[in-house]
């Protein structure tokens, strides 16, 4: 849904709080706070207003002698930028101050809220000196900015360094896809807020598969404080891949990374809205609250997932592992692409018609519980704000990579004990690759004592997920976070009836698949996982994106990448 542009006038009428929630204190002299002042209507100057602007919120109220006066209270936390100008006519001495909300609000056409966008702005005449109003209204807006950088979102236990404007931004759009849409929507949706949020930036539009990989590759990173995606997840993935490609790897994955919803699946937008705590949000809404939380540039960390193929090619992975009927979902549907979203939807309906069973083996480490782990100091998370500082990450959540590196103190060398125990290795020419995957084994040789193989070998689907969402409309993991250290493995054996597996998917819109007392569902919580498909026909898919056919194995890297979010 489009939102239009207000007035503060129309601002005011449908945010009405009670005063006493925001009565900023009083002493002998008045309103006190950061800043009080009483401006003019931006198209009457009869009409005026009193401004306080404490440390969280901007209250408004328009001065009047009648009683019951309106009283807005904005928070600050909502507030992603404020500018000071002078008007367009010359002969008028007045300037002018812009404050840009984006608070939740009631939906024009639905129940719930979502985020609408509320311009406040106000006339500045205290003088007959345009300079001097000028300079007036450049404090109001700094002060603003200022406050509402202080009042950036924050996750509990979380420790957030200062934000630094302003933060160069390199986004990399896909016109074609989800609908063909996602440039269109970047200049309808989001292009004003990046100007209100004084957030400069440089669009590159890719123009064929693998050119944000190429691109990434080479950049000169230093150029970058955030390299942020407005396409499908496919497009994340070969950035990803492209930083970890680089020899300085190590630096460059610390690069935040943002998303912007722009394809048709969206998953990591949907995790990143749902980790903001925000209400359910879809379309275009839930592409403003990707924006707002790139304006507001709290960097979080993000896992990723090694994943071995048989070619002994190794890519990262940020979202999912998939094998069977959500891998064929996936590709099949593509024919649908051109209607959005109900794409899945379409493709669900068709494979369900002629459901499949595959054969194959499966095994995986599970997660240890907290009494199993080695003891280690704990320390609470880390998270920055644009642009990145190399911060380590330090969340207790990271306590397996820790106990990895500890069971492999050298990481990056081969060591000839490594090899002999058929551990996997990297390239050794000098220069420091991307991390060891201590945890697995070379695909040819079994899998430890250790690992808990199923018994099972007829699937309906292998999917391994690790963030909550596997699409918009889909929360496959409603406890999942973007840095918890699981990889969530989901399988589903032969013998389900269709109806069985539509539920399935009907409840995991609500997140409620789980409770549904499926037998043939079954959900661990795993370090690192083997598939070995013994069907010689089949798709495995890796963040929606078709990689080889064969045996496949992936360990997860706590924490490794970092991820802007609300």
């Known amino acids: ?312 090619q190794r890519v990262f992975s940020f979202l999912s592992l998939a094998w069977g009927f959500v891998a064929d979902v996936d590709i099949e549907s593509e024919k649908y692409r051109h209607v959005g979203a109900i794409r899945f939807l379409m493709g669900t309906l068709v494979r369900l018609a002629t459901l499949r069973v595959y054969q194959g083996r499966l095994a995986y480490l599970p997660v240890k519980e907290k009494s199993d782990l080695p003891s280690t100091p704990q320390l609470p998370s880390m998270c920055s704000s644009l642009p990145c500082q190399l911060i380590p990450n330090s969340s207790p959540t990271h306590n397996l990579h820790r106990h990895c590196n500890n069971a492999n103190s050298n990481q990056n060398t081969i060591s000839n004990s490594s090899i002999n125990a058929g551990r996997v290795k990297t390239p050794c020419d000098g220069k420091t690759r991307a991390p060891l995957d201590c945890l697995l084994p070379g695909l040819d040789q079994p899998v430890p004592e250790s690992w808990t193989s199923v018994k099972a070998e007829d699937f309906v689907l292998v999917l391994a997920i690790y963030q909550s969402h596997l699409a918009e409309d889909l929360w496959a993991v409603p406890g999942a976070m973007a840095d918890d250290g699981i990889i969530h493995l989901f399988y589903v054996t032969a013998g389900i009836s269709r109806p069985a597996l539509l539920r399935l998917f009907l409840a995991m819109e609500k997140g409620a698949h789980l409770a549904c007392g499926c037998p043939h569902l079954v959900y661990e919580k795993v370090q690192a996982l083997r598939l070995e498909p013994i069907s010689r026909e089949g798709v495995i898919t890796v963040d929606g994106e078709t990689v080889e056919y064969g045996p496949v194995q992936a360990q997860i890297h706590p924490g490794l990448a970092r991820l802007i979010y609300g």
């Open 1 to 312: 849904m489009s939102v239009p542009r207000r007035h503060p006038r129309t601002g005011l009428a449908g945010m009405e709080k009670d005063a006493a929630e925001a009565e900023p204190a009083r002493q002998r002299n008045g309103f006190v706070g950061m800043l009080y002042g009483e401006f003019s209507d931006t198209l009457d100057n009869k009409v005026r207003y009193s401004v306080c602007l404490t440390e969280s919120v901007l209250t408004i109220q328009r001065i009047s002698s009648s009683p019951g006066r309106t009283k807005v209270v904005f928070n600050l936390t909502d507030c992603v930028g404020c500018r000071a100008y002078r008007g367009a006519d010359t002969a008028d001495v007045g300037a002018y101050f812009t404050a840009y909300f984006y608070p939740f609000k009631r939906r024009w056409m639905s129940a719930g809220v979502a985020r609408q966008r509320v311009e406040q702005c106000f006339r500045v005449a205290l003088v007959q000196d345009a300079r001097t109003n000028l300079c007036e209204a450049e404090r109001w807006a700094c002060a603003i900015r200022n406050a509402s950088v202080q009042q950036a979102p924050r996750k509990d236990g979380v420790t957030n360094s200062e934000v630094q404007r302003p933060c160069r931004v390199m986004i990399l759009v896909n016109p074609l896809s989800g609908r063909g849409q996602a440039l269109q929507l970047f200049t309808g949706h989001l292009q004003g807020m990046l100007t209100e949020a004084a957030v400069p930036y440089t669009l590159v539009i890719t123009d064929h598969q693998n050119h944000a990989r190429e691109l990434v590759k080479k950049a000169d990173l230093s150029q970058w404080d955030a390299l942020v995606i407005m396409s499908g997840d496919g497009l994340l993935f070969e950035v990803i891949n492209g930083l970890m490609d680089r020899d300085d790897w190590q630096e460059a994955i610390q690069t935040p990374l943002g998303i912007l919803p722009g394809g048709s699946g969206n998953a990591l937008a949907a995790s990143v809205h749902h980790y903001s705590q925000s209400p359910p949000a879809w379309n275009e809404e839930l592409l403003l609250s990707c924006g707002f939380m790139l304006c507001k540039g709290v960097v979080g960390s993000l896992d990723l997932v090694s994943i071995h193929l048989a070619s002994k």
